[in-house]
């Protein structure tokens, strides 16, 4: 049995070969699937009860602070992961920051939508908890690698001046605008640590690595949507028992989640960001986006299972329109990432995820038009099939 002694913290190297995420990064993603569950599962519910836009306003904003968190750790464990005992334990009180983040959840929803105070402070709480690991690591590495000593302190500074503004806003609990308003200003801050380290000559994060890790959080953000298609399946199949609807729906919501998996890694991700790495942090920033929209598209689902099982006084366009849009967004996002990372803008292309967005949203008019729920989302599911479908058939890559 392996031992894990302190070792120094001087940086990995970026062009190591055979570089694969380790079993504790996949224990610390753990937590980020109870996250985009509970997040996923409010959005649903603050839907069906007509909160549309707060809903959906309020998913983003939990949705981007969850992320956020992850994308501090695994950028720094590109760089630094020397996986002796203190770094094992700085992981641990993290995760135990993400799991109170997670509890109040449900309060923040509440409080965006309802206004007053928030009644507890668990998401302020367990944030300060997260990021205040983030600034103790970087803080390790600033004094154990010499040459980017400067880049890891500056890099925590702007995350420790915010810590301060957090904990005050959990000691004073300002009302909805006050408090909104703060946190936007101290996101602002916290989001000019890792700006000054790639910008101050830079961290040794591994490309692939990176590529791999972003992924991996892809495939748990598709869990949501398996759910969502397991959720509206068993609703179809109480209500009626087995039929042709129910077989419809499962066919649809699992090749929605393969396609959008299959399109997804149809991007030379690894390659990309290792011949560019100063798009990386741009990148990784704009790939948010797509844990949100696919994140989002699994809520949608459960919107829809809530209509089936008639928890849910909405129109079926708007049930669709649950999961069209989130997953037009995923469609138009993948266009984004290849354009950030310079893997090309032809007309061809764009035209591509365009039209693959747009097949999504035909879902909705399908609705409108009086198309039943099932025949709606089997649309909505062609969507990302389309830039499947042309990409493996094409004689060269659009």
């Known amino acids: 049995m392996r031992r894990h002694p302190l070792s120094r913290m001087d940086g990995r190297d970026p062009l190591q070969g ?21 997040a996923a599962s409010e959005l649903a ?11 959906a306003i309020t998913f983003v904003a939990v949705m981007l602070a969850v992320s956020w968190d992850w994308i501090s750790f695994t950028w720094f464990a590109s760089s630094y992961d020397t996986d002796d005992w203190l770094y094992r334990v700085t992981i641990m009180v993290q995760l135990i920051g993400v799991i109170v983040f997670v509890t109040g959840i449900p309060e923040v929803f509440r409080f965006i939508a309802e206004g007053g105070r928030l009644d507890n402070s668990a998401t302020l709480t367990g944030y300060i908890v997260m990021r205040s690991a ?16 400067r880049t890891n302190i500056l ?43 790639e910008t101050r ?19 748990i953000a598709l869990g949501e949507v398996v759910a969502g298609t397991a959720a509206i399946v068993a609703g179809l199949s109480h209500a009626a028992g087995w039929s042709v609807s129910s077989v419809v729906v499962a066919v649809a919501g699992v090749a929605m ?17 290792a011949r560019a790495r100063h798009r990386g942090l741009l990148w990784g920033w704009v790939h948010v986006l797509v844990f949100i929209s696919i994140a989002g598209a699994g809520a949608g689902l459960h919107v829809a299972a809530l209509a089936v099982e ?49 097949v999504a949203l035909a879902g909705v008019a399908a ?21 499947v479908v042309t990409h493996e058939t094409a004689a060269r890559v659009p």
């Open 310 to 358: 008639g928890e849910a006084h909405l129109p079926v366009e708007a049930a669709v329109a649950a999961v069209a849009v989130p997953t037009a967004a995923f469609c138009v996002v993948l266009l984004v990432i290849a354009v950030t990372l310079g893997l090309g803008s032809t007309p061809r292309r764009v035209g591509l995820f365009l039209g693959a967005a747009s």
């Open 257 to 273: 989640a393969f396609g959008m998996w299959w399109a997804y890694f149809l991007l030379p991700i690894g390659d990309a960001l």
């Open 18 to 38: 055979l570089r694969a995420a380790t079993p504790l990064e996949l224990l610390f993603d753990l937590a980020f699937v109870t996250a985009f569950g509970v």
């Open 201 to 219: 000559g830079g961290t040794p994060w591994h490309p692939h690595h990176l590529a791999e890790r972003y992924g991996l959080l892809t495939i």
């Open 155 to 197: 890099s925590a500074s702007p995350v420790a001046v915010a810590l301060v503004g957090w904990c005050v806003l959990t000691i004073v609990s300002p009302e909805r605008t006050t408090l909104i308003v703060v946190a936007l200003a101290l996101f602002a801050v916290e989001m000019a640590g890792p700006l000054i380290a």
């Open 45 to 55: 519910i603050r839907i069906s009860e007509g909160q549309i836009a707060v809903a």
């Open 367 to 387: 609705a409108a038009a009086g198309l039943p729920l099932t025949g709606c989302l089997a649309i909505v599911a062609l969507a990302p099939w389309l830039l």
């Open 134 to 149: 983030t600034v103790l690591q970087r803080v390790r590495s600033g004094i154990q690698d010499p040459r980017r000593r």
